[in-house]
């Protein structure tokens, strides 16, 4: 049984490019989180998916956005990067069902460098 | 504003000592809390989760505690190995609000010497 995946492990990238993250859920889950962790500190929510729709959102700017397909697997998208950027960027998965009683699976994230 | 603190910050221990992590949060109603372990560059792995009517779990040499009407939970390891050193985090799941996703704590960082 497949846990969280997430692609690429790392990337680089220099300011005011753009990047695509990508993560497929845990097999059954429908609900796909994604986090951003700067080093040293604990991951901050960025937004949450659900039936292709952006149910939640923290508090990042429109410069991140995201999307989720039919077969549950999203993207996080990030415009006009900038130094600050630099993270890893997480996901995280889990089922609408109950969600309050189940714990989240997360992926081992993706390494995001900016120049 | 709801928020997750862990104290201490990084901590270093002998080998086979008992230990303690501590967590707590600022508002009561939250529907589970949720602690992990980082290992260094890596994601999150779920140690154990408590749900706001428990008072505790147990996994292996892992016991988390949750005391909701004082807003803390602790972490206890025993008999720690090194292979116990990484960085734990606690998340809690609030209930109030409209909010769907975990807060974290910044983390402790766990140094366990041979």
């Known amino acids: 049984d497949a846990g969280v995946t997430q692609s690429p492990t790392h990337l680089i990238k220099t300011r005011g490019q753009q990047v695509t993250l990508r993560c497929s859920p845990k097999s059954g889950h429908d609900t796909v989180s994604w986090y951003q962790q700067a080093l040293g500190q604990g991951p901050q929510f960025i937004f949450q998916?659900?039936?292709?729709?952006?149910?939640q959102r923290g508090n990042f700017p429109d410069r991140f956005s995201g999307h989720q397909f039919p077969n549950y697997s999203s993207e996080l998208n990030v415009n006009a990067l900038l130094l600050g950027d630099s993270a890893l960027y997480l996901c995280?998965?889990?089922?609408?069902?109950?969600?309050?009683?189940?714990?989240?699976?997360f992926g081992d994230g993706t390494r995001l460098s900016i120049l | 504003k709801q928020e997750v603190t862990q104290i201490p910050a990084a901590l270093s221990v002998p080998e086979g000592e008992n230990l303690v992590l501590n967590c707590s949060f600022t508002?009561?109603?939250?529907?589970?809390l949720q602690w992990f372990r980082q290992d260094p560059g890596k994601g999150l792995t779920s140690l154990l989760l408590i749900q706001s009517s428990q008072r505790e779990q147990t996994s292996g040499r892992l016991n988390a505690s949750l005391d909701k009407s004082s807003g803390r939970s602790t972490l206890y390891i025993a008999a720690s190995q090194p292979g116990d050193s990484a960085t734990y985090l606690c998340a809690v799941y609030f209930s109030s609000g409209s909010a769907r996703q975990l807060t974290f704590g910044s983390g402790t960082q766990l140094t366990v010497l041979p």
């Open positions: 995280a998965s889990s089922l609408a069902t109950g969600a309050s009683r189940q714990p989240q699976h």
């Open positions: 508002d009561s109603a939250i529907y589970n």
């Open positions: 998916y659900y039936e292709e729709e952006e149910r």
